[in-house]
T-cell receptor, first 114, second 111 residues
Framework: DTAVSQTPKYLVTQMGNDKSIKCEQNLGHDTMYWYKQDSKKFLKIMFSYNNKELIINETVPNRFSPKSPDKAHLNLHINSLELGDSAVYFC?????????????FGPGTRLTVL | QQQVKQSPQSLIVQKGGISIINCAYENTAFDYFPWYQQFPGKGPALLIAIRPDVSEKKEGRFTISFNKSAKQFSLHIMDSQPGDSATYFCAASMGIDDMRFGAGTRLTVKP
């Protein structure tokens, strides 16, 4: 059983389009995250939700909007995609709020904007 | 802005050798220092972590050495194996909602 799953694994789209990435965790964790990993492998936190409540919202363009319908799901919607949005996006979860708790990462979604 | 500086960017080690990756941080408020391992096409996974009240933590072939006064910590991989070839990230967190990652080190272990 996959602990943290993401769909799709690959996403290729044109500039200006709107797309969504879905994330689900079956670990019963309270906290979920979205990270962006750029072409140089640099990892940066984007958002964090705890029990469906937004707790971290780093400096990210407001074209990115996370949505957590329930504790097990955290989706990422991106409007008006730009070339610079091309990256691998990782979802992660942890038992509770706080980075001193182990995070479990999903397999990533590679987004390519043409 | 608090940074975590990681070096080297890439590392090539012979099988059986010792791999050493270094990280330095600036803010003494950081209180948790994890290392993550990432294989190609996969998400990062927690490898080992340390808190600043200890100077060393060992788990199997992996050891973190922590130097609080120098604000540095390092990952040592003893008896490196080809299966250890991956990208390694150090990180530092403070409080509950702030974590900074290093830029990553691509390790290649040659057979």
């Amino acid at each position: 059983d996959t602990a943290v799953s993401q769909t799709p694994k690959y996403l290729v789209t044109q500039m200006g389009n709107d797309k969504s990435i879905k994330c689900e965790q079956n670990l019963g964790h309270d906290t979920m995250y979205w990270y962006k990993q750029d072409s140089k492998k640099f990892l940066k936190i984007m958002f964090s939700y705890n029990n469906k409540e937004l707790i971290i919202n780093e400096t990210v363009p407001n074209r990115f909007s996370p949505k957590s319908p329930d504790k097990a799901h955290l989706n990422l919607h991106i409007n008006s995609l730009e070339l610079g949005d091309s990256a691998v996006y990782f979802c992660a979860s942890s038992t509770r709020r706080g980075f001193n708790n182990e995070q479990f990462f999903g397999p990533g979604t590679r987004l390519t904007v043409l | 802005q608090q940074q975590v500086k990681q070096s080297p960017q890439s590392l090539i080690v012979q099988k059986g050798g010792i791999s050493i990756i270094n990280c330095a941080y600036e803010n003494t408020a950081f209180d948790y220092f994890p290392w993550y391992q990432q294989f190609p096409g996969k998400g990062p996974a927690l490898l080992i972590a340390i808190r600043p009240d200890v100077s060393e933590k060992k788990e199997g072939r992996f050891t973190i050495s922590f130097n609080k006064s120098a604000k540095q910590f390092s990952l040592h991989i003893m008896d490196s194996q080809p299966g250890d070839s991956a990208t390694y990230f150090c990180a530092a967190s403070m409080g509950i909602d702030d974590m900074r990652f290093g830029a990553g080190t691509r390790l290649t272990v040659k057979p």
